[in-house]
């Protein structure tokens, strides 16, 4: 016992000296060098929070923001991430003279287009190298491969190659290295060369990170080489491939990463029971086949992501399970069945896209701890062929295959819910609008398509709170008038076509600044005079299949698409159609217009 106290007591002692750098006096040759880096150096002061501050005047150099020094006042790290540094990196000799350094981060920088500096070989002590974001271009320089000692190598987010000479070289001596990464570095290898210059030289990698990198399939076996591996995100690369069985072996695995890898095949479900495993995102491999096991008790699952693949069947009960879940995505699958109704209770799930499927039933109740942010349950009529859906059209029986039964009351009341889409599925029963006030976060809302009722009475912005909406869209909704809307600010998209709205539209509708309305299929008589069409975000308006009479309105000239097709319009085109000038689509058949069309639109 006191032998592993005492080893457990220096091992924080240790890290405590490690990452404590600023404990010595900053030594006059290290001050002289940062001083000559600084001057060097192109950045913009008003944006930098640690440069800027560098005092030549006060001698102690290591209590400059972004300095850290050992004991004996050697610059250990230099932190310059995010620091608007745009130029003069090249001839940095004072920056490779500091040979102490074992940490150097030049992270979320515009070094526009210039290679990685060769001399960086003479930071012989990097540890700890981040250009991330730091806007470097070109052939990375073999002489990165003699930072033996380096830990965390971050390439990522520049224009970067490594061709010729390739991976092999780069990481050949790189054997202490624990986190790569080369988000978008063009490498260019076939599966077993990247795989195997990988499993040769890194025993110690925990974190590979090789996004958008042109590299290709298969993943081979020797990977299995590096133990420790348990990040490993290769998502958009052309792998081509099946997802091999031997994944599951990895011991340590905790994020698999591989979406839009058109992977596919079957996907082997083994990899569901690696009890370590938090996040698994294979989104957008569209041939990738699979169902979900029961999952382990005690799953670490965290995010889980199959959007947009081909796995079908039934949502597992063990789902509701997931301690840790905050994020399901399961948009545009093939999975049918029942939502198990206990999924209202995974508390830490913050974000739910069942969406295009063809799960059937009532949604569950939602616990209101929940810290929902999104929820989006929408067309869950199935993957139709164009065949079915003109069945659909004509068999309103085949919306039996829909998830049905009113929406329970606890949705409304997830006062973190931004985004609630439960659109084009069979819900019933009536909503009063009221119900959206217990959901101060709202921001998107699409109720459409259901067998619902929204009952606007009472809906009056100057005694109710409603939450400032992006985008509101109650399409068949058996609206009777308008929701008051007069107090939205920020609202973009207003969609309440294809309900039984008479009368006339607001004129508070033009002040909204809207870019998109659609007002079609009602039984609209007339605009509410004064109506303004100045603001220039209009992109569309449809108000076609509505009873609208007299001349035709003036319209906003900044419309990509008007429709005021079967309406009761009469008189001749007017002149201001031709300053339509962004137009795209533009319908107004169907009205008693005299058909004489204006030059400019010939
Ligand atoms: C670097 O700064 C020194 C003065 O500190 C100056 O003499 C030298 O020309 C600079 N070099 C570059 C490449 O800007
Ligand atoms: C250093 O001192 C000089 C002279 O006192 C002064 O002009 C200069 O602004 C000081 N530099 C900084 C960064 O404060
Ligand atoms: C900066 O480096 C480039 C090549 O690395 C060289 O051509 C150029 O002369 C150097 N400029 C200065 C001022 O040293
Ligand atoms: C993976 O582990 C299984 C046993 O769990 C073993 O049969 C299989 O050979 C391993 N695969 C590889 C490639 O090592
Ligand atoms: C999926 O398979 C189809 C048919 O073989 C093919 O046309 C398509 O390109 C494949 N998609 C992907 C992402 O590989
Ligand atoms: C979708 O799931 C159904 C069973 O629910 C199955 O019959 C069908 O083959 C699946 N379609 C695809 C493309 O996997
Ligand atoms: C949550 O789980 C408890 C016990 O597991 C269960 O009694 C309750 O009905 C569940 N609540 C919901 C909303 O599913
Ligand atoms: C929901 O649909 C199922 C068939 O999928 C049906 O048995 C059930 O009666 C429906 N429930 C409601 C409330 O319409
Ligand atoms: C809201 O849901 C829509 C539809 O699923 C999705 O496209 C969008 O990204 C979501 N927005 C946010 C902020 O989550
Ligand atoms: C809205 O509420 C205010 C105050 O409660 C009231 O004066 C006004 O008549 C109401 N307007 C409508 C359209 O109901
Ligand atoms: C709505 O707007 C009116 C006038 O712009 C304002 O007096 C009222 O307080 C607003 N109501 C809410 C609930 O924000
Ligand atoms: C919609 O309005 C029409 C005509 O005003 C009326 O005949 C019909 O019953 C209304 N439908 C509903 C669902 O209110």
């Known amino acids: 016992m006191k032998i592993l106290l005492l080893l457990q007591v220096s091992f924080i002692t240790i890290l405590v000296v490690f990452s404590n750098y600023t404990s010595g006096q900053c030594l006059e040759d290290q ?114 491969s003699r930072l033996t000692k380096l830990e965390i190598l971050d390439l990522s987010g520049g224009d970067l190659q490594l061709e010729r000479p390739g991976l092999k070289t780069l990481v050949g001596n790189l054997a202490n290295l624990r986190e790569l990464y080369l988000d978008s570095v063009s490498i260019s290898l076939k599966g077993s060369e990247w795989c195997s210059a990988l499993s040769s030289s890194l025993p110690q990698l925990r974190v590979l990170s090789m996004i958008d ?43 698999l990463s591989v979406s839009w890898c058109k992977l596919f095949g079957p996907f082997p479900s083994k990899l569901f029971q690696v009890p370590t495993l938090e996040e698994l995102d294979l989104l ?64 830490n799930l913050v974000s739910l896209d069942l969406s295009k499927n063809s799960f059937t039933g009532s949604i569950p109740l939602f616990h209101e701890a929940n810290n929902f942010y999104s929820i989006d349950i929408s067309n869950n009529n199935g993957p139709l062929s164009s065949a079915q859906l003109g069945d659909l059209l004509s068999l309103p029986s085949l919306h039996n295959n829909y998830l049905n039964g009113s929406i329970p009351r606890s949705i409304f009341k997830l006062s973190g819910l931004s985004n609630l889409s439960l659109s084009s599925n069979s819900f019933s029963g009536t909503i009063n609008i009221h119900a959206v006030k217990g959901l101060p976060s709202l921001s998107i809302l699409d109720l459409s398509y259901n067998n619902l009722r ?8 100057t005694s109710f709170p409603f939450p400032q909406i992006t985008e509101l869209k109650l399409v068949s909704c058996q609206l009777q008038k308008f929701p008051d809307l007069k107090n939205q600010s920020i609202m973009i998209t207003l969609d309440l076509s294809d309900n039984n709205i008479s009368g006339q539209v607001p004129s508070w509708i033009w002040s909204l600044g809207l870019s998109y309305l659609n007002l079609s299929c009602n039984f609209i008589e007339s605009l509410e005079e004064p109506y303004d069409t100045s603001s220039q975000f209009w992109s569309v308006i449809d108000l076609h299949n509505n009873r609208i009479q007299g001349n035709i309105p003036i319209v906003p000239t900044s419309l990509i698409y008007l429709s005021i097709a079967s309406n009761n319009h009469i008189g001749s085109i007017p002149s201001f159609i031709c300053n339509l000038n962004r137009i795209l689509f533009l319908d107004m058949s169907n009205n008693s217009i005299n058909n004489k069309l204006p030059p400019c639109l010939c």
């Open 454 to 461: 929204i009952d606007v009475q009472g809906s009056n912005s």
């Open 31 to 144: 001050t002289a060098l940062l001083i000559k880096f600084k001057n060097n150096l192109t950045f913009d002061s008003s944006d930098s929070t640690k440069l800027a501050m560098w005092d030549e005047n006060s001698t102690d150099c290591c209590q400059w923001p972004g300095v850290s020094c050992d004991e004996e006042g050697h610059v250990l790290a230099l932190e310059l991430d995010d620091e608007a540094i745009s130029g003069g990196i090249e001839n940095l000799s004072s920056l490779f003279h500091l040979r102490y350094l074992e940490k150097l981060n030049l992270a979320y920088n515009g070094l526009y287009s210039v290679p990685i500096p060769r001399e960086i070989y003479k930071l012989a002590n990097l540890m700890y190298l981040n250009l991330f974001l730091a806007s470097f271009n070109g052939q990375i320089p073999m002489e990165l």
């Open 213 to 255: 990198c042109k590299i290709s399939g298969p993943l081979d076996p020797v990977l299995l080489n590096l133990p420790f591996l348990s990040v490993i995100r290769l998502d958009y690369n052309d792998l081509s491939t099946m997802v091999p069985d031997f994944l599951a072996n990895f011991t340590k695995l905790t994020t």
């Open 284 to 347: 957008g491999n569209e041939n990738l086949t699979g169902t979900l096991p029961e999952f382990p008790h005690k799953s670490a699952l965290r995010e889980l992501s199959l959007g947009e693949t081909c796995f079908t069947g039934l949502l597992p009960v063990s789902i509701a399970d997931l301690p840790c879940l905050t994020m399901l995505d399961l948009h545009n699958c093939n999975f049918s069945g029942p939502i198990p109704s206990t999924m209202g209770n995974l508390t």
